[in-house]
């Protein structure tokens, strides 16, 4: 029972376009929402986050929208940069401050030059 | 420098020979746990701990045990693998008072194959 999904494997971006990389999850318990950045050989960095008290999160080139009447969370990332190839997981939990993060299934960015 | 440690990075075993994946972890938090990574199915958690002495299942424990008996330290043991378990571990750590998930510290990962 996969309770968060990213239904696309992989996605490819122009350099300079906008990346939009999505995520659902089902159960109605979680209210803090994550993403990380893996590349390839190393472990999972975090990238931003947002809790459910906020629709909107930015950080720099990086945002983070959550549509919780949806059970739905994108990021964007504007511009894209070669360096933002990698593979993306959303992650999610039941309250802020729970490590105990449930992971999506990855999304595999690449950004061509 | 803050830093999560795996060992081994990389090992080919044979069905059946107990092994373990040593995690160290020079940050003096809390809370660790193991995460296994397969394809189309992202990470998922084996085992966590809340502290020394102190640990719980996670979503997918069968076949695998853990120990704290130090708080830097978290070994996963897996005491009979099999080719089922071939995958990509990661251990990971964070502070527990007032942490969230960007506090998390992962390792650079344990490639295990069993054959």
């Known amino acids: 029972d996969q309770q968060v999904k990213q239904n696309s494997p992989s996605l490819s971006v122009q350099e300079g376009r906008i990346s939009i990389l999505n995520c659902d999850y089902t159960?109605?318990?979680?209210?803090?929402f994550l993403w990380y950045k893996k590349y390839p050989a190393e472990g999972p960095t975090f990238l931003i986050s947002?809790?459910?008290?906020?629709d909107k999160n930015e950080d720099g080139r990086f945002t983070v929208f959550l549509n919780k009447s949806a059970k739905h969370l994108s990021l964007h990332i504007v511009p894209s940069q070669p360096g933002d190839s990698a593979v993306y997981f959303c992650a999610a939990s039941a309250y802020f401050g729970n490590e105990k993060l449930t992971f999506g299934t990855g999304t595999r960015l690449t950004i061509i030059p | 420098e803050a830093q999560v440690t795996q060992n081994p990075r990389y090992l080919i075993t044979v069905t059946g020979k107990k092994l373990t994946v040593t995690c160290s972890q020079n940050?003096?938090?809390?809370?660790m746990s193991w995460y296994r990574q397969d394809p189309g199915l992202g990470l998922r958690q084996i085992y966590y701990?809340?502290?020394?002495?102190?640990?719980d299942k996670g979503d997918v424990p069968e076949g695998y045990k853990v120990s704290r008996k130090e708080k830097r330290n978290f070994p996963l043991i897996l005491e009979s693998p099999s080719p089922n378990q071939t995958s990509l571990y990661f251990c990971?750590?964070?502070?527990?008072?007032?942490?969230?998930?960007?506090?998390?510290?992962f390792g650079e990962g344990s490639w295990l194959t069993v054959v």
């Open positions: 940050m003096n938090h809390e809370y």
């Open positions: 159960n109605s318990m979680f209210d803090y």
């Open positions: 990971a750590s964070s502070p527990l008072a007032g942490n969230s998930g960007n506090t998390i510290y």
């Open positions: 947002i809790s459910s008290i906020k």
């Open positions: 701990s809340m502290n020394v002495e102190v640990t």
